[in-house]
């Protein structure tokens, strides 16, 4: 495969749509649209747990693209700075915690998108007093609710969410829905 030329169709503020002109191993030209990201190219994927009751924080929120709610992991525009993520946790959930790992680079939609993540492992101490009620500090494009699942209980949680048509971002069914097919 060999890209040959590539023209915006559209450009807006964040992103752009794109056709790329490209070559297959038999020398057909073929041609893909796909996503552009304009700003940040590298965002953050928040995958934290609260100590000691080990319950994963997910949000639940609303997307324009599918015109409704879905349950995923806390995520932004990183700017290629794995300690942002520590900003997009206390923002969308009100949490502070500790970076306890992070992924290298990783692609999140290659079919579609440009798009490139961090997934940032980060624990939070649920007994210190700021997060005993923590206060979200949400944009006003914002609408997220906090949601608190164990291992256990993320399967059920995530299939009752489908049941009341709240979307499911599939990241969550790699953590919670296959979990007995992982050695």
């Known amino acids: 495969m060999k890209k040959i030329n590539e023209k915006v169709l559209y450009e807006g503020q964040w992103l752009s749509v794109r056709e ?5 191993d038999k020398g057909k030209e073929l041609s893909w649209e796909c996503v552009h990201r304009k700003r940040s190219t590298v965002g953050v994927v928040i995958v934290a747990r ?3 009751s080990k319950r ?8 324009p693209a599918i015109d409704g709610y ?6 932004g525009l990183g700017f290629n700075d794995p300690n942002h993520a520590l900003v997009e946790l206390k923002e969308e959930t009100g949490y502070i ?8 680079v990783l692609k999140t939609g290659a079919s579609l998108i ?16 700021e997060n005993r009620n923590p ?6 494009a914002e609408d997220i609710q906090v949601c608190l699942v164990t291992k256990e209980e993320g399967k059920d949680f995530l299939l009752g969410q489908i049941e009341q048509d709240t979307h499911v971002a599939a990241n969550l069914w790699y953590i919670f829905g ?3 097919w992982i050695i």
């Open 114 to 129: 440009n798009d490139n993540a961090r997934v940032i492992y980060i624990e939070v101490d649920e007994n210190l007093p």
């Open 135 to 140: 206060i979200q500090d949400l944009e006003d």
């Open 20 to 24: 790329t002109i490209y070559q297959n």
């Open 56 to 63: 994963f924080i997910l949000i639940k929120q609303y997307r």
């Open 178 to 180: 296959i979990n007995q």
């Open 97 to 104: 915690g500790k970076i306890v790992d992070v992924s290298p």
């Open 50 to 52: 609260l100590v000691p």
């Open 70 to 75: 879905i349950i995923a992991l806390p995520a």
